[in-house]
């Protein structure tokens, strides 16, 4: 059965602090890593990563795919309260019938 | 303007009941989903539909009837319901590029609440 597992489930940093939220896959016919910020509602678009070994970022977000250990981490750095939030990574499968697979994601919490 | 938009954003009912949630999207995406995200805040993909045609049918029970009327509209119907449909339903809706999906972009959520 297709499974992602994210790590670790829950995180308190405090402002400032540079947090690393992990995510590893076991998915039938892989073909990307997304990573998703949820706060109050919907799940908002942070990254996808196709290829391994190539960092995207986004501000003080970043995030890497490594394709070999079947995992992806998610850095924020010197963060804020307003990081505040449950992130979401979901492996991305083709070929037909074609899903994203959720974590349970993190839930970061970052005290001012 | 809402990229993908779901009516009602809160729906209380007893068991047993009938209902139906909307969901309507203007990104111009050619594939619609929907998600049960549980009280653990699992997400967890129902349904997919790509240009009104079925694609994805997650084990979902028969209870459920997803209908797509056009490519920028996907309903979710649940027959009698139960206290474990609780739950926050999201729609989501990508496009077919490059010969894959791409992201896919959520909807605002519905809360249900069996009673």
């Known amino acids: 059965e297709d499974k992602v597992v994210q790590s670790p489930l829950s995180l308190v940093v405090h402002e400032g602090d540079t947090v690393t939220l992990n995510c590893s896959y076991e998915?039938?016919?892989?073909?990307?890593l997304l990573w998703y910020k949820q706060e109050k509602k919907a799940p908002t678009f942070l990254f996808m990563l196709?290829?391994?070994?190539i960092e995207k970022k986004s501000g003080r977000l970043s995030s890497i795919l490594d394709k070999k250990e079947l995992s992806s981490i998610l850095n924020i750095t010197a963060t804020q309260t307003g990081d505040s939030a449950i992130y979401l990574c979901?492996?991305?499968?083709?070929?037909?019938?074609?899903?994203?697979?959720f974590g349970k994601g993190t839930k970061l919490t970052v005290n001012p | 303007d809402t990229a993908v938009s779901q009516t009602p954003k809160y729906l209380v009912t007893q068991m047993g009941n009938d209902k139906s949630i909307k969901c309507e999207q203007n990104?111009?995406?050619?594939?619609m989903y929907w998600y049960k995200q549980d009280s653990k805040k699992f997400l967890k993909i129902m349904f997919s539909?790509?240009?009104?045609?079925?694609?994805i049918n997650e084990t979902v029970p028969n209870r459920f009837s997803p209908k797509s009327p056009d490519k920028a509209h996907l309903n979710l119907h649940i027959n009698s319901l139960e206290l474990g449909d609780s739950a926050v339903y999201f729609c989501?809706?990508?496009?077919?590029?490059?010969?894959?999906?791409?992201?896919?972009?959520f909807g605002p959520g519905t809360r249900l609440t069996v009673l």
């Open positions: 979901a492996a991305g499968t083709q070929g037909g019938s074609e899903k994203l697979v």
């Open positions: 990104l111009g995406h050619d594939t």
């Open positions: 539909y790509n240009n009104k045609e079925l694609i």
């Open positions: 989501a809706s990508s496009q077919w590029r490059g010969g894959a999906y791409n992201e896919q972009f």
């Open positions: 998915v039938t016919n892989f073909r990307s």
């Open positions: 196709t290829s391994s070994g």
